[in-house]
T-cell receptor, first 116, second 115 residues
Framework: DTGVSQDPRHKITKRGQNVTFRCDPI?????LYWYRQTLGQGPEFLTY????????KSRLLSDRFSAERPKGSFSTLEIQRTEQGDSAMYLC??????????????FGEGSRLTVL | DQQVKQNSPSLSVQEGRISILNCDYT??????FLWYKKYPAEGPTFLIS?????DKNEDGRFTVFLNKSAKHLSLHIVPSQPGDSAVYFC??????????????FGKGTHLIIQP
C-alpha cells in the first residue's frame, strides 16, 4: 500500500498524559500537512511541512502541540498534557510540489484521540 | 467565523437522480476550490477542483460550478449511485496569497442515495 499511513489509528489516554502520532506520507511527496477534525466539523489546518521545514502553523496549534519531520520523510505530532478538548481525529495529508494548497491532498485514515 | 459554509448537514436523493451539493464562502481571497468525499473510518479523498478563473469543471458524473459574484459553488452528481453515499466537504484556498492557511474546509454534507 503506497498511500499515507498513520499510527496509531486510535489512542485512548487520560487527561494530562502525552501522546504522539506518526504519519508516513507517500514517498515522493515533499509536502506534509496535519489537520484536526472534531465531530460535525470539517478538517481544520494545523501545520504544514515542506521537506523538513515547518513553514506554517495555525493559531489552533497551542504550545502543547509540537510537530516534527526530522528527515523530510515521516512526521510526528506530539500533544503534551492532553485535555479533553484535544479529543478529535488527527489527519495527515501529503502532496506533490506544485500541488498542495491548490490541488489534491492525499489524506491518511486518521488517528482518533480520546482523552478521558 | 466559518469562511466556508455548507448549510445542509444532510441530503437524501434517489438513485439515478441528480444530487446537488452547495457551498458558500466569504473570503474573497480564495481562488481555488475543491470537493472531497469521505467514507466512515477513512480519510477524505479528492474528488474535483476548480480555479477561480473558470466557472465550470466537469469530470465524468461530477461537475462543479462556481459563481464568483455570489461566492457560491455547487457540486452536481448525475446520475447518483449508491456508492456516492458519503460526506462531501467543500474546501477553498488562497493560492496566489501563498496558501498560508492550507485548505479551509466546510462542515460537510452527508449525502444519502436512496435505492
Amino acid at each position: 500500500d503506497t498511500g499515507v499511513s498513520q499510527d496509531p489509528r486510535h489512542k485512548i489516554t487520560k487527561r494530562g498524559q502525552n501522546v504522539t502520532f506518526r504519519c508516513d506520507p507517500i514517498s515522493e511527496h515533499n509536502r506534509l500537512y496535519w489537520y484536526r477534525q472534531t465531530l460535525g466539523q470539517g478538517p481544520e489546518f494545523l501545520t504544514y511541512f515542506q521537506n523538513e521545514a515547518q513553514l506554517e502553523k495555525s493559531r489552533l496549534l497551542s504550545d502543547r502541540f509540537s510537530a516534527e519531520r526530522p528527515k523530510g520523510s515521516f512526521s510526528t505530532l506530539e500533544i503534551q498534557r492532553t485535555e479533553q478538548g484535544d479529543s478529535a481525529m488527527y489527519l495527515c495529508a501529503s502532496s506533490l510540489p506544485g500541488q498542495g494548497y491548490a490541488g489534491e491532498l492525499f489524506f491518511g485514515e486518521g488517528s482518533r484521540l480520546t482523552v478521558l | 467565523d466559518q469562511q466556508v459554509k455548507q448549510n445542509s448537514p444532510s441530503l437524501s436523493v434517489q438513485e439515478g437522480r441528480i444530487s446537488i451539493l452547495n457551498c458558500d464562502y466569504t473570503n474573497s481571497m480564495f481562488d481555488y476550490f475543491l470537493w472531497y468525499k469521505k467514507y466512515p473510518a477513512e480519510g477524505p479523498t479528492f474528488l474535483i477542483s476548480i480555479s477561480s478563473i473558470k466557472d465550470k469543471n466537469e469530470d465524468g458524473r461530477f461537475t462543479v460550478f462556481l459563481n464568483k459574484s455570489a461566492k457560491h459553488l455547487s457540486l452536481h452528481i448525475v446520475p447518483s449511485q449508491p456508492g456516492d453515499s458519503a460526506v462531501y466537504f467543500c474546501a477553498a484556498s488562497d493560492v496566489s496569497g501563498g496558501g498560508a492557511d492550507g485548505l479551509t474546509f466546510g462542515k460537510g454534507t452527508h449525502l444519502i442515495i436512496q435505492p
